[in-house]
């Protein structure tokens, strides 16, 4: 059965990366739900995408200069004003406590490819042991050194190679990290990729799929998951499927 993933939550009709998308993806039939780690000015991992708060909040600057209680003062509201005063920038720690009651998957990446955080991946790993989440998180990240030094902290949990080009033979490659998926920007992602990583035992996990065809497309080619804005349209594309 292909997974799916709720990208940043139910980001396609809810704020992304707050517990109201979150929430919204599991209510909608996602598998699990895909989120983005920074560290915050005092070293706390934040969930939010990017390296600063302007394009999603109502605020300014880098998360690494402001602190958790700063973060939480701001709307995550986004493109849903709807939302406004209901959406802010959760902890990984609260998304962490939610989660663990829930029978779903969680998808981690460490956005570390940019900016350096210090001991980002113990911070995120230990949140993740305190709440026994090891068997059904993914660690991801652009950055590979960092899914090599997950490796070495906790080798039992899944790590996830993000990659945006097509690489040659991406089975062979994501086994040097080592990583169990590889979770490649979905252009990047035809069939005999899929086919040929999956054979030699490499999940692949294609993101942002927001296309019907395509979902159906990835469903029918037997693919492990994908990344998706719109988890209520993939929920119904694998029921048809199934029922048909």
């Not at 990017?50 to 394009?55: C, G, W, Y």
């Not at 406004?84 to 920038?89: D, F, L, N, P």
């Not at 692949?204 to 492990?224: F, I, S």
Request: proline share 5%; net charge negative.
């Amino acid at each position: 059965m292909t997974i799916i993933f709720g990208h940043r939550g139910a980001a396609g009709t809810h704020p992304e990366n707050t517990m109201p998308s979150f929430q919204a993806a599991i209510d909608l039939g996602a598998d699990g739900i895909e989120l983005d780690v920074h560290l915050s000015k005092d070293g706390i991992p934040v969930v939010i995408h990017d390296e600063t708060v302007d394009r999603t909040t109502n605020g300014t600057g880098y998360v690494k200069d402001l602190t958790y209680a700063e973060l939480q003062q701001l709307d995550a509201c986004f493109l849903f004003p709807e939302w406004s005063g209901k959406a802010s920038v959760p902890s990984l720690e609260q998304v962490a406590e939610w989660i663990r009651p829930l029978n779903v998957k969680l998808n981690i990446e460490l956005k570390n490819d940019r900016i350096h955080y210090g001991q980002i991946e113990e911070k995120v790993i230990s949140i993740i042991g305190k709440y026994t989440l090891e068997s059904r998180v993914i660690l991801s990240s652009f950055n590979h050194d960092s899914l090599v030094a997950c490796y070495h902290i906790s080798p039992h949990i899944e790590r996830g190679a993000l990659i945006h080009e097509r690489l040659y033979q991406s089975w062979e490659y994501a086994k040097t990290i080592p990583a169990a998926s590889v979770h490649p920007y979905y252009l990047s992602a035809d069939q005999s990729m899929i086919a040929e990583s999956q054979a030699h035992g490499v999940m692949v996990r294609p993101y942002t799929v927001n296309d019907e065809q395509m979902m159906k497309d990835l469903m029918k080619a037997g693919c492990a998951g994908f990344f998706t804005d719109y988890p209520e349209m993939a929920v119904r594309i694998r029921k048809s499927l199934k029922n048909g």
